[in-house]
């Protein structure tokens, strides 16, 4: 596996795989990678020629210093993971490399963030969409890859590369768990030791809204109200930043009707971490449109 922090390096070895005739999947991360992560590098492996993933901590998207600050790192392991994983190059880039001048151009998104994190994390997918423009311009990949653990980024993305006429196409790639159903996330060991055994409830939450649901319930506030119920009475230790059923990927609120796909998504803050998770549901289609 190749290591490359200068980006005219890999835009060269881009530019010689492709003259090849291969195929170029992209896995954009910030490191310190899990399960979660190795599964979007097995998937590219398996649908594109040349894998690249980028373990890059993009300062323009955190809304807390702190979180930036403290964001984990491991070099060496990533490193070990991703080769083991599939990866054929590994693009760790410096900050300046990466905006070599201030800010002077950014990509700002207007639709899909005035709900879930777009609305308690201001600006928080301006910085994404700002360094997504910017990797796919250096990476010129076939495929990106996102996993659905962050469903509300893969719904902006969508709408990235339709904006910019970026031509790509994205994988979305199922959420994966820990084995007590806590969605995997570089975040995880922020978590003090009794709110680590707290969270699972969170998704346990989750399945009691699906499972409403999935028994005929259409009305979006019974659903929100069943979740809320269920961490009022096991939740303790984290604060609920957002409960909240919605259609997916439009991120449109549900109105009297729910039909198509849905997605009940949710942000729990701990002392150190906040962490997100969601489920969606195919609630099948509008039978007055049949
Ligand atoms: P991150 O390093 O957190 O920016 O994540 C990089 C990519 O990995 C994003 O597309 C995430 O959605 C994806 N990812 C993170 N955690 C998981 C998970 N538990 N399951 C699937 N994909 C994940």
């Known amino acids: 596996m190749l290591q490359l922090?200068?980006?005219?390096?890999?835009?060269?070895?881009?530019?010689?795989?492709?003259?090849?005739?291969?195929?170029?999947?992209?896995?954009?991360?910030?490191?310190?990678?899990?399960?979660?992560?190795?599964?979007?590098?097995?998937?590219?492996?398996?649908?594109?020629?040349?894998?690249?993933?980028?373990?890059?901590v993009?300062?323009?998207?955190?809304?807390?210093n702190d979180d930036y600050d403290n964001y984990p790192k491991d070099n060496k392991r990533d490193v070990?993971?991703?080769?083991?994983?599939?990866?054929?190059?590994?693009?760790?880039?410096e900050v300046e490399t990466i905006y070599p001048n201030e800010q002077q151009v950014t990509v700002k998104v207007n639709d899909k963030t005035d709900v879930l994190c777009g609305k308690s994390r201001p600006g928080h997918f301006d910085g994404v969409a700002t360094v997504l423009t910017k990797l796919f311009t250096i990476v010129e990949p076939n495929y990106v890859y996102f996993g659905m653990k962050d469903a509300q980024q893969v719904a902006i993305v969508h709408s990235l590369i339709k904006s910019f006429h970026f031509p790509i196409t994205l994988i979305a790639c199922p959420i994966i768990r820990e084995t007590d159903g806590l969605a995997k996330s570089s975040r995880n060991v922020r978590l003090l030791p009794n709110e680590r055994r707290e969270a699972p409830e969170l998704y346990k939450g989750l399945q009691v809204g699906s499972?409403?649901?999935?028994?005929?319930?259409?009305?979006?506030?019974?659903?929100?109200?069943?979740?809320r119920r269920y961490?009022?009475?096991?939740?303790?230790l984290g604060v609920?930043?957002?409960?909240?059923?919605?259609?997916?990927?439009?991120?449109?609120?549900?109105?009297?009707?729910?039909?198509?796909?849905?997605?009940?998504?949710?942000?729990?803050?701990?002392?150190?971490?906040?962490?997100?998770?969601?489920v969606t549901i195919d609630c099948g289609h509008d039978e007055s449109e049949a």
Do not use: W
């Open 240 to 278: 609920i930043d957002y409960i909240e059923v919605l259609n997916y990927p439009e991120l449109t609120r549900v109105k009297d009707k729910m039909y198509g796909r849905i997605i009940i998504a949710i942000a729990v803050r701990y002392s150190n971490a906040r962490l997100i998770d969601n």
């Open 80 to 93: 070990r993971l991703a080769e083991s994983c599939g990866v054929n190059v590994l693009f760790l880039p």
């Open 231 to 236: 961490y009022e009475l096991h939740v303790q």
């Open 58 to 64: 993009n300062p323009t998207q955190f809304v807390e």
């Open 5 to 56: 922090a200068d980006s005219a390096a890999l835009r060269e070895f881009v530019r010689n795989q492709k003259k090849l005739g291969k195929t170029i999947g992209f896995v954009p991360t910030m490191g310190y990678l899990h399960e979660g992560h190795a599964s979007l590098f097995k998937k590219a492996a398996e649908t594109s020629d040349v894998v690249i993933a980028s373990s890059f």
């Open 211 to 227: 499972e409403k649901i999935r028994n005929g319930e259409r009305n979006f506030d019974q659903i929100i109200a069943s979740v």
